[in-house]
């Protein structure tokens, strides 16, 4: 069992930044694909970015967040992060922090096997 616990959402006016953390309690962080999910009300979970390591990390990004979300993991301190710049209205949701085997297709919500509580990000305009 893994347990994810997220910090670090809030409330930012649009333009701004925020900086999301995923601390994981495994010894195994390394073998596991890191992914931040998230979800608005009334619509469903999207998927946001993803770290895969394998050595070396390979990292994706829905299309909405590329360029503005960057995605980092931190092997030696179980710790994912989501650095959020540039953040719009329509970035607002709650965020969830994932792990999932190594070879899953990483987009795809229903391929991790842990979850966070998730994190409240709100944009104001």
């Known amino acids: 069992q893994v347990q994810l616990v997220e910090s670090g959402g809030g409330l930012v006016q649009a333009g701004g930044s925020l900086r999301l953390s995923c601390v994981a309690s495994t010894r195994t962080f390394n073998w596991y694909t890191m992914g931040w999910f998230r979800q608005a009300p009334g619509k469903e979970r999207e998927f946001v970015a993803a770290?895969?390591?394998?050595?070396?990390?390979?990292?994706s990004y829905a299309a909405s967040v590329k360029g503005r979300f960057t995605i980092s993991r931190d092997n030696a301190k179980n710790t994912v992060s989501l650095q959020m710049n540039n953040l719009k209205p329509e970035d607002t949701a709650v965020y969830y922090c994932?792990?999932?085997?190594?070879?899953?297709?990483?987009?795809?919500?229903?391929?991790?096997?842990?979850w966070g509580q998730g994190t409240q990000v709100t944009v104001s305009s």
């Open positions: 994932a792990a999932g085997p190594s070879a899953i297709v990483p987009a795809r919500w229903d391929e991790y096997d842990y």
């Open positions: 770290s895969k390591w394998n050595g070396a990390n390979f990292n």
